[in-house]
C-alpha cells in the first residue's frame, strides 16, 4: 500500500484558495487517490476521487501529474467553515485504506 | 454523513466490561469496514468484512477484539474484557459492490467514541 506525505497544517484566511499537496512516490498502477475531510466529532466525509489529470466537483479540484506521484487538493474561496483536517490516500478499490494524520487547516476571518 | 449509522455515539464501559458497537451500512452498500482514532491521529484500519465473511482483519488486535457482519442485521464490533487503552473513537465505513474498473470510496459514519473508566 502506497504511503503518503501531506504538510501537517496549514493557514488560510477567508475567500483565498487553499491547496494541500500530497506525496504518493509508491503508487500502484490501479491505485486511486482519494481525499476526505473530517471534522471534530465526526467521521471522515469523502470530498474528491481521481486517477489521473484533473478532477472539479462542487467542492474541489483535484489535480494529478502524469507521473502520478504527487495530487494537490485545491479549494476555492475558503469559508471558516472549512477549518478541518484532510486528509489524502490512495487505494485500490476501497480495500484497507490506510489514513495518514493528515493536514489540519485553519482558516482565519 | 448521513447513511452509515452508528451506536451508540458515546458508550462508557468500566475495565473489564464489554463493549458492543453496532453499524448500519448504507442502503445497497455490502462491505463494511472498522476503523480506530485516538485523538489527533488518523484513522487505523482493523477490518473489512462483507455479509457473513470477514475479508480482512489485518488491523484487529489478536485478543478481545471481534467483529461480525451477519446476514441480516447491523455490523457488530465487540471489545471482550476492556482496558483504558481501548478508550478512543471507533468510525464504520461502507461502499458498495465493486465493479471492476471502479473505485468506490468509503463513506463514514460519525463514530462511537468509547470511554474505559
Known amino acids: 500500500l502506497a504511503k503518503t506525505t501531506q504538510p501537517i497544517s496549514m493557514d488560510s484566511y477567508e475567500g483565498q484558495e487553499v491547496n494541500i499537496t500530497c506525496s504518493h512516490n509508491n503508487i500502484a498502477t490501479n491505485d486511486y487517490i482519494t481525499w476526505y475531510q473530517q471534522f471534530p466529532s465526526q467521521g471522515p466525509r469523502f470530498i474528491i476521487q481521481g486517477y489521473k489529470t484533473k478532477v472539479t466537483n462542487e467542492v474541489a479540484s483535484l489535480f494529478i501529474p502524469a507521473d502520478r506521484k504527487s495530487s494537490t487538493l485545491s479549494l476555492p474561496r475558503v469559508s471558516l467553515s472549512d477549518t478541518a483536517v484532510y486528509y489524502c490516500l490512495v487505494d485500490t478499490g476501497g480495500f484497507k485504506t490506510i489514513f495518514g494524520a493528515g493536514t489540519r487547516l485553519f482558516v482565519k476571518a | 454523513n448521513a447513511g452509515v449509522m452508528q451506536n451508540p455515539r458515546h458508550l462508557v464501559r468500566r475495565r473489564g466490561q464489554e463493549a458492543r458497537l453496532r453499524c448500519s451500512p448504507m442502503k445497497g452498500h455490502s462491505h463494511v469496514y472498522w476503523y480506530r482514532q485516538l485523538p489527533e491521529e488518523g484513522l487505523k484500519f482493523m477490518v473489512y468484512l462483507q455479509k457473513e465473511n470477514i475479508i480482512d482483519e489485518s488491523g484487529m488486535p489478536k485478543e478481545r477484539f471481534s467483529a461480525e457482519f451477519p446476514k441480516e442485521g447491523p455490523s457488530i464490533l465487540r471489545i471482550q474484557q476492556v482496558v483504558r487503552g481501548d478508550s478512543a473513537a471507533y468510525f464504520c465505513?461502507?461502499?458498495?459492490?465493486?465493479?471492476?474498473?471502479?473505485?468506490?470510496?468509503?463513506?463514514f459514519g460519525d463514530g462511537t467514541r468509547l470511554s474505559i473508566l
Open positions: 465505513a461502507s461502499s458498495p459492490q465493486r465493479r471492476s474498473g471502479e473505485n468506490q470510496p468509503q463513506h
